[in-house]
């Protein structure tokens, strides 16, 4: 029932990541960068997308995806249409790995993970679930703020 409802909540972030994708008034404006912002839109649903595919599609679901990290930031003017093809993938991987996996499993072990980014050696696979909703949460956020940024 838990991992149930964590697919659940990471679908419904992956469908409002496509819905901002698509509120773009030009696909021009999702690389746009200005100011302050460093980030691109169309570069953070990139790096959403293989962070989620990577952290929990591999090392979870053994989907065999591989991560390029750097080029989720240096990729430009992927189309849209690519874009929602990679979140609809992403998702999928997502859920179909966590439903998966049973309530038992979530206070097992979780290994590979950037443990500069947690300041904490040991955590359970439920922790790190929790983490990336809210890294997904942080970036969805920023690109709603992006986009609204570059009307």
Known sequence: MITANIAAIFERELNKLAEEIKLYTTEESIWM??????????????????????????????????RNRDKEFSDKNVPVAELLNEIEATKKAVVKTLQAIPDSDLDKEYTDFPI???GKENISKFYFLTHLVSHLGYHL???NYHRRMML
């Open 141 to 143: 956020g920023q690109i």
């Open 116 to 118: 500069h980014l947690l």
């Open 33 to 66: 960068v200005k100011g302050d912002i460093k980030n691109s839109g169309g570069n953070l649903c990139l790096h959403i997308c293989g962070n989620l595919q990577h952290f929990i599609g591999t090392v979870l679901g053994n989907t065999g995806y591989v």
